[in-house]
């Protein structure tokens, strides 16, 4: 009798044992993100110096017929990309809630409008009079939008992930670290390209 | 490594079944920090001999006034993957593999923080290494601009290939780069979060805060250096003019991207050695490290100093007068959380009862050829001296003597220091000190006549100069071929030790740590109970046990 009980304390504190450990890798994951997102917030930061320093010292800086570029269908465009940072934080909500065909159509929605605003890059690349090697103006234009809607195509990339793993049963037995790193990713994806339209847009 | 397997397997103890010691696991997808460990020293020290055999070759070509060795192109090859090779394939690795196998032990972990990123950031090493060995068979060879790669130089592209050795060069740094980010963020995470119950901030010996000031330089360095290659790759590859002068573009800029992070990584190469300073003097004096808290926080501020600093790599390239004094003063403020520590290690040996092992050897080499080259560093910090040598030998001299004369004897230290807990057996004390002693001549005969070459005025990168410099050459020569034969008798000490050396006791040194407790080597789980840690680190001369559960 008495060894049965002990078995049966050994297994619950492993268990408990089990749960802490299965948290902590859970924070671990999260930490270390965090930190990833940091270091790589740190090659923005340095595409943004070198920009302003192109900017501020090349003589010649838009290419010969460039007035400059229109402003209003990226605003648009950066409108549904701020909102969608606010939709993807109500189905997180709606995850927290257990709700999960809540959470299911809000984070499709953050797909949707994320999807769109690449489509709306699309096009104004399409109609834009100069390319990638079109001098130092050119040249940062397209990498800074262009990096960073790689950024924002691995976000939706990633959202599609988590959405369909949602479907998966005891997908969050483990906790819920693929849904709030992908979140965060957003986020982040959202304030670069903030700082990276007033940089390119609004100060021409 | 296949006639180390019936050596291993014989070995195999029947008490530890989950751990075989098969040989097998050094070549697989292991997720065990130790093996891990191992993987990155091995591999690092495979590449460290092959950029070792370019040096050979360079210093054979200079043996002699005239370019008569190899073909002046081919020389450039060499010093540039000679260059490169070391400091992605040698150096970063092999840091890596220290920090991977005794942080945790030093932490009292169980493993690091994700065991797969970090197998994963492993298995790229051998993979961007062969990549730059391999850009020797493209059209037109390898890179030639020398490491930094320096534009307008590096985006000429004489071949006309897009496949071309500078393509190459600049894809396997790129990927050099997210394996030290993917290791970074392991290392951090670790390190932050997995301490052992009792393991606070300031009772974490000083390899795993030097190791901890390290890592966050690559992580706010390395993405600058990513950047700068982005725009670089663009410039060779997709038509951009990012630093082509001709077209408006800006090569000072590369410049900056690259310092920004390529002077930090110099810190990043020799904190973690400071580390293995800090470990040893104590062990071999038998004494605890003097200043252990101010020790710990220099680090610190050797991080964030080293943030404010890559300009002065620059003092030539049209730098402004502000510029140059500000980061003229900056550097010469990195010389005093460094004098800290000097000064902390010489008070630590001082009045103590010696044991003059190899890594005693090696790290008391190192803290003197690091007293040198620190002083040479204040020459050069400062603008006037720079100006003067500015691409000379002089700065090649101070840089080998930091990164030879300080860091790889402080590698090597390490390497003795830790042997018998990484293999379980002891090395041979007489090939340990020949190997000191071949070393440390050849060191001083290699690297002490760069710099009166360099004040005379001989450039650096070329293959041949003028006779008035032949005589320091000749020495130099000498003393780059004496520091070749010194690998022989550590790698003979090395494979003959781990195949048949005596067996080593779980603490051969008497030291204090944690990865002294457990058994030489440790189990997969490091710990069979978690370390409970009541007392600092270095309790030298006291009676004090280091744990609560597992006495030390």
């Known amino acids: ?38 270091s790589e917030s740190v090659i923005f930061l340095s595409f943004f110096a070198g920009y302003i320093i192109y900017k501020t010292t090349t003589s010649d800086w838009l290419p010969v017929g460039v007035e400059g570029l229109e402003v209003r269908e990226p605003a648009i465009n950066t409108v549904i990309l701020v909102s969608s940072s606010f939709v993807i934080y109500i189905a997180e909500r709606y995850l927290h809630k257990e709700n999960l065909w809540g959470f299911r159509f809000f984070w499709l929605l953050t797909m949707a409008m994320g999807s769109y605003f690449l489509y709306g890059q699309a096009v104004e690349w399409q109609s834009l009079q100069f390319g990638f090697s079109s001098g130092v103006f050119g040249g940062t234009f397209y990498l800074l939008t262009g990096f960073h809607g790689l950024h924002v195509f691995t976000g939706v990339l990633l959202q599609g992930i988590m959405l369909m793993r949602s479907f998966l049963p005891g997908n969050y037995e483990k906790g819920q670290f693929g849904v709030e790193a992908t979140s965060l990713f957003w986020h982040f994806v959202d304030v670069i390209w903030i700082v990276l339209f007033i940089l390119i847009y609004i100060w021409q | 490594m296949t006639q180390i397997t019936p050596e291993i397997l014989t070995n195999k103890t029947p008490e530890s079944p989950p751990n075989p010691p098969n040989w097998l696991r ?72 220290l920090a991977n196998y005794l942080v945790p032990l030093m932490i009292g972990a169980r493993d690091m923080a994700f065991p797969r990123l970090n197998a994963a950031a492993f298995w790229m090493v051998p993979f961007f290494g062969m990549m ?42 790129a990927l050099s ?59 060779l590859s997709f038509g951009t003019t990012f630093f082509d002068p001709a077209q408006g573009g800006d090569p000072v800029l590369f410049q900056h991207f690259f310092w920004f992070y390529s002077h930090p990584a110099v810190y990043v190469m020799i904190l973690p050695v400071f580390g293995i300073f800090s470990e040893i003097f104590p062990v071999y004096a038998r004494k605890p490290l003097f200043g252990y808290k101010v020790v710990a926080v220099s680090s610190l501020i050797i991080v964030a100093l080293s943030a404010v600093v890559w ?37 630590t040996i001082w009045g103590g009862k010696l044991r003059l092992d190899s890594a005693m050897l090696f790290a008391l080499g190192g803290l003197i050829n690091f007293v040198f080259s620190g002083i040479t560093g204040i ?38 220091h830790w042997f018998p807990k990484m293999t379980g057996k002891m090395y041979y004390e007489g090939l340990g000190k020949l190997h000191f002693w071949l070393t440390f001549i050849g060191t001083s005969l290699n690297f002490i006549p760069m710099h009166p070459l360099g004040l005379m005025g001989m450039p650096r990168r070329v293959a041949s100069y003028d006779p008035e410099f032949a005589f320091w050459n000749f020495i ?14 550590f790698l003979v000490n090395m494979v003959a030790s781990w195949l048949s050396g005596p067996s080593a006791p779980d603490n051969p040194w008497r030291a204090i740590g944690l990865e002294w407790l457990v058994s030489s080597p440790p189990d997969v789980e490091n710990f069979e109970e978690i370390p409970i840690v009541i007392s600092e680190p270095y309790t030298y001369g006291t009676s004090e046990p280091l744990t609560e559960n597992m006495g030390g």
């Open chain 2, 476 to 489: 130099a020569s000498i003393g780059a071929f004496i520091l070749g034969m010194s690998i022989i008798p």
């Open chain 2, 26 to 97: 050094y070549f697989s997808f292991s997720t065990d920090h130790k093996v891990i460990g191992i993987q990155y020293t091995v591999t690092a020290f495979f590449f460290f001999l092959v950029a070792g055999i370019f040096a050979m070759i360079i210093r054979g070509e200079l043996i002699t006034p005239e370019a008569d060795l190899v073909d002046r192109t081919v020389y450039n090859a060499l010093f540039t993957m000679h260059g490169t090779i070391m400091l992605f394939g040698w150096m970063f690795p092999v840091l890596a593999g």
């Open chain 2, 132 to 173: 730059f060995i391999l850009s020797f068979l493209v059209p037109g060879g390898p890179a030639q601009a020398g490491w930094w790669s320096y534009p307008p130089v590096s985006i000429q592209n004489p071949s006309g290939q897009w496949l071309n050795g500078e393509f190459l060069w600049l894809l396997a740094v």
């Open chain 2, 311 to 347: 300009v002065h790599h620059m003092f030539a390239s049209g730098t402004p007068d502000w510029m140059r004094m500000l980061f003229m003063i900056s550097t010469m403020l990195i010389s005093v959380p460094t004098g800290i520590k000097v000064f902390a290690w010489v008070a």
């Open chain 1, 1 to 38: 009798m008495t060894n049965v009980l002990t078995q049966e304390n050994l297994n619950h504190s492993s268990q408990v044992a089990a749960h802490e450990h299965e948290h902590d890798e859970a924070g671990n994951s999260m930490f270390g993100f965090i930190v990833f997102l940091l």
């Open chain 2, 177 to 235: 780069g997210v394996s030290s980010i993917m290791g970074a963020v392991n290392i951090v995470t670790t390190i932050v979060r997995m301490r052992c119950p009792g393991m606070g901030w300031f009772k974490m010996p000083i390899f795993v805060w030097t190791v901890l000031a390290a890592q966050i330089i690559q992580l706010f360095g390395l993405p600058a250096l990513t950047a700068g290659a982005i725009m670089l790759l663009c410039d």
């Open chain 2, 379 to 416: 020459m050069l910090s400062s603008t006037p001296v720079d100006i003067h040598v500015n691409n000379t030998y002089f700065v090649v001299g101070h840089f080998h003597y930091v990164i030879y004369g300080a860091i790889v004897f402080g590698l090597y230290a390490a390497i003795y």
